[in-house]
C-alpha cells in the first residue's frame, strides 16, 4: 500500500549532524517507512473505524468495545511488529475522527527507540478532529536508548466544537539497564501545532482517496521542546531537575470545558519529592497543557490518568472505567 511520501525540505538543525546513512538498509526503505491511517465516523450509537490503511512495521487492531461506560466508544490499540523504533526508521501515523465520532487510541506497548550510530528515525502525525467529536490519544512511554536521535512532528486540524486529550511520556531512558542509562540518548525533538480547520476538501476523485485537503485555518499554538543531554544539563534547575521521567498533556476543548478542567487540576508537588505536576491555558482559547514530573514512570502515568478521569466526565458526561490490570 501506497502512504505519503516524508515531508520535502532539511531537517530540523539539531538533526543536521545524523544524516548519514546506515550501512544495513538505507533510510526510509521497506519495512523502515510504516504508514498507518485511521479513519473513525459516527454511524447511529457507536465509533466505526471506517478507514483503515496500514504498510509495516505499523498496524493496528480492529475497533474494540470494552468500554462499559461509553458502549460506543472505538478504542483502537496501535501495533509495531518490529521491536523498536531504529535508525533511518520514518513512520507516518494519520488519525481523522468525523462529526461526533468518539474514540479511544493507544499504542499495546512502550515505544523503545535503540542505540543508533547512523542517521535517526522520525515519525509525523496529523490528527484532524471534526465539530463534535472526541479523541483520547495515550499512547504508553517512549524510552529512548543510549545515542537514540529522535525526531515526532505533530500536527493538530481539531474544530472548536471537538475534544482531544493528548498524552505523551518520555523516560530518561533505561534507568535499571546494567549501570543505569539516564539520558544517554543523543537527540529528543517533539514538536505539536495545532490549528482550527481550514476550507472545506475538494471533491473526493474516487472511491479509495479523499480530495485534497483544504487549505489551513487559524494557527493556535506551536510546542517545541528539543533534549540534547550532551550539550545542556538536562537535570538544571528549570528543566528536569532532580527527576527522570516528563508527561505532557494537552486538553483542547472549548473554553468553558477547559475551565471547568483546570479548576480540578491543582498544582502540586509529592512531600517526598516523588512528582510534581500544574496546568497552564495555551493561548488562543485552545486549551490546557498539564505537565507533569516524576521519578518513576508509574507516578507520572497515574497523574495522567487522574487528568483523564477529570477530563472525560466533563466532556462526555462519562466516567473512566477502572484500569486494567495489566496495563
Excluded at 525540505?9 to 491511517?37: H, I
Excluded at 498496524?59 to 533511518?88: F, K, T
Aim: charged share 20%.
Amino acid at each position: 500500500m501506497s502512504g505519503p511520501a516524508e515531508p520535502a525540505g532539511p531537517p530540523p538543525r539539531e538533526l543536521a549532524a545524523y544524516l548519514d546513512e546506515p550501512p544495513q538498509l538505507a533510510t526510509g526503505s521497506p519495512g523502515k517507512n510504516g504508514y498507518l491511517r485511521l479513519g473513525l465516523e459516527r454511524r447511529g450509537p457507536k465509533t466505526i473505524l471506517v478507514d483503515l490503511e496500514r504498510r509495516a512495521p505499523l498496524l493496528a487492531q480492529q475497533a474494540l468495545y470494552w468500554d462499559e461506560a461509553m458502549p460506543g466508544l472505538a478504542c483502537v490499540y496501535m501495533i509495531s511488529n518490529a521491536g523498536g523504533v531504529l535508525q533511518g526508521d520514518r513512520n507516518r501515523i494519520e488519525i481523522t475522527l468525523g462529526p461526533d465520532a468518539q474514540a479511544h487510541v493507544a499504542t499495546q506497548s512502550a515505544t523503545k527507540i535503540h542505540e543508533m550510530d547512523h542517521n535517526h528515525a522520525r515519525q509525523d502525525q496529523t490528527i484532524r478532529l471534526a465539530a463534535g467529536a472526541y479523541l483520547e490519544y495515550l499512547p504508553e512511554p517512549t524510552i529512548p536508548h543510549r545515542h537514540a536521535r529522535y525526531l515526532t512532528l505533530t500536527r493538530i486540524e481539531i474544530d472548536p466544537a471537538a475534544t482531544l486529550l493528548y498524552a505523551e511520556i518520555l523516560s530518561a531512558g533505561r534507568k535499571y539497564y546494567r549501570d543505569g542509562e539516564l539520558f544517554a540518548y543523543d537527540v529528543f525533538s517533539s514538536t505539536v501545532t495545532a490549528a482550527r480547520p481550514g476550507p472545506e476538501p475538494a471533491a473526493a476523485t474516487g472511491p479509495e482517496r479523499p480530495g485534497p485537503a483544504g487549505g489551513p485555518g487559524e494557527e493556535l499554538f506551536t510546542e517545541k521542546f528539543v533534549i540534547e543531554p550532551a550539550r545542556h544539563d538536562v537535570t538544571a534547575t528549570g528543566v528536569m531537575g532532580g527527576y527522570h521521567v516528563f508527561g505532557n498533556v494537552l486538553v483542547l476543548t472549548p473554553p468553558e470545558q477547559a475551565e471547568a478542567i483546570a479548576a480540578e487540576l491543582p498544582a502540586e508537588v509529592n512531600r517526598q519529592g516523588q512528582w510534581a505536576a500544574a496546568a497552564s491555558r495555551l493561548p488562543n482559547e485552545a486549551g490546557l497543557v498539564y505537565k507533569v514530573l516524576g521519578m518513576e514512570t508509574e507516578p507520572v502515568k497515574a497523574l495522567i490518568r487522574r487528568c483523564h478521569e477529570v477530563v472525560r466526565p466533563i466532556v462526555t458526561g462519562c466516567e473512566v472505567p477502572p484500569e486494567f490490570a495489566w496495563r
